[in-house]
């Protein structure tokens, strides 16, 4: 059955980069654009132009660079922004402007001490000033997650009438819960006058641990893009991230939705990312963190010893992962040690395995983890005649 694709936005260069203290240079943007670029993301954003010289002169230098995906330059809804953006992505392949305003009452009367209707005009105007200088024009409602539906649906119908090609839907402080989310989605699908003209996007935070969960709720709910970064890194807890969106649309076969990610080069993009910003990734990190492919427990590892299947959703082959880890520790069973042992030369007898296995155990209570140098002396120290 054919399925239905869902673009891959990646802000890691623009939303992941506002990480307190992890600021890139533009060489070290220009290796992870191009990165990204070979992974298939459909989307780069590059930046936000008009904050300051560097950030201009990265998104123009990633414009040049990027052979493959969109290369999008963020602005606020004002004249200035607009232009400088254009400026910045202008020798782009594919160049996109991402302009947008609040739309929740609290960034309404509190940030723009103003009112619907001229946060309203200032969307279309800020929406059709772009469209002078590119076709490809990405709205963003800002706070749309607090953002009275009503409302939503009336300023993404009126910039959609100005030209808006995509319309991003952030959840920009990470309070909603998937249904609520999904729900605003649905509510937009179903009462936007033109919505067939424009691609709905997820944007979402992570400040309750419900970005992803988000962003998939919004997907099954029909928006066709997501926006997120390389290890789940932005802001505060972070936006959603784009391994675990990328993941989730491959192992759900039944959601029949795809992306054009090379799944093997995820991996290998986390630990780039984790690099170049200094930003180190937990080691429980679904699909790229250290454990994700490591089972510790007696029961697990023999569980996957005999099929790996047992425990293990994905096949870290997939993302980039060589193998998945037997890790040993006071934890682990007689099959984690002979399968560690075989793996260091020793083909382990019954009898042979009791007595190392004994020794393992009072060694293991004082060391965390055994490794193969310990396996070696292990079997030393133990009364059977093996060489390896
Ligand atoms: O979270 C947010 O609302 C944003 C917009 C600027 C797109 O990052
Ligand atoms: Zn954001």
Do not use: W
């Not at 103003?114 to 105007?125: G, H």
């Not at 893009?225 to 932005?234: F, S």
Request: proline letters at 2%.
């Amino acid at each position: 059955m054919h399925k239905e694709q869902v673009q891959i936005f990646d802000t890691t260069l623009r939303d992941g980069e506002q990480v307190p203290g992890c600021k890139l240079d533009t060489n070290q943007k220009l290796i992870i654009a191009r990165q990204l670029d070979e992974l298939g993301v459909d989307v780069i954003e590059a930046g936000f132009p008009i904050s300051s010289p560097g950030d201009f002169k990265s998104v123009e230098e990633i414009s040049k660079l990027v052979k493959n995906a969109v290369v999008c330059g963020l602005t606020r809804s004002l004249k200035k922004d607009i232009e400088v953006a254009a400026e910045a992505i202008k020798k782009a392949k594919r160049p996109r402007i991402h302009t947008g305003i609040g739309t929740s009452d609290s960034h309404i009367i509190h940030k723009f001490k103003s009112n619907r209707e001229d946060v309203l005009e200032r969307a279309v105007a800020a929406v059709k000033y772009a469209k002078t200088f590119v076709e490809d024009v990405e709205f963003y409602a800002e706070d749309a997650g607090r953002t009275d539906n009503e409302f939503l649906a009336r300023v993404c119908e009126a910039v959609i009438k100005a030209g808006a090609t995509v319309l991003n839907i952030p959840d920009t402080t990470g309070y909603c819960l998937p249904e609520e989310y999904g729900a605003k989605m649905k509510y937009l699908k179903e009462n936007v006058t033109g919505i067939e003209k424009a691609i709905l996007s997820c944007h979402c935070h992570n400040d309750l641990g419900l970005a992803t969960a988000n962003s998939i709720s919004g997907v099954i709910n029909g928006a066709r893009q997501v926006e997120c970064t390389i290890n789940g890194i932005g802001e505060r807890a972070g936006n959603t991230s784009l391994e675990e969106v990328v993941m989730i649309l491959k192992q759900h076969s039944d959601l029949n939705l795809d992306t054009n990610i090379n799944t093997q080069m995820l991996y290998a993009t986390s630990q780039m990312v984790s690099e170049k910003m200094g930003v180190y990734v937990q080691p429980n990190k679904a699909i790229v963190g250290a454990n994700a492919f490591a089972h510790s427990s007696g029961i697990h590892q023999d569980g996957v010893i005999k099929n790996r299947e047992t425990y293990e959703i994905i096949n870290p082959k997939d993302v980039g992962v060589t193998e998945s880890a037997i890790v040993l520790t006071a934890r682990s069973g007689r099959a984690a040690l002979a399968y560690r042992a075989k793996n260091a030369g020793y083909e382990l007898t019954k009898v042979q395995l009791d007595e190392v296995y004994t020794q393992f155990l009072d060694f293991a209570d004082k060391k965390k983890e055994i490794n193969d140098d310990d396996i070696h002396i292990l079997i030393k120290k133990s009364n059977v005649s093996i060489v390896a």
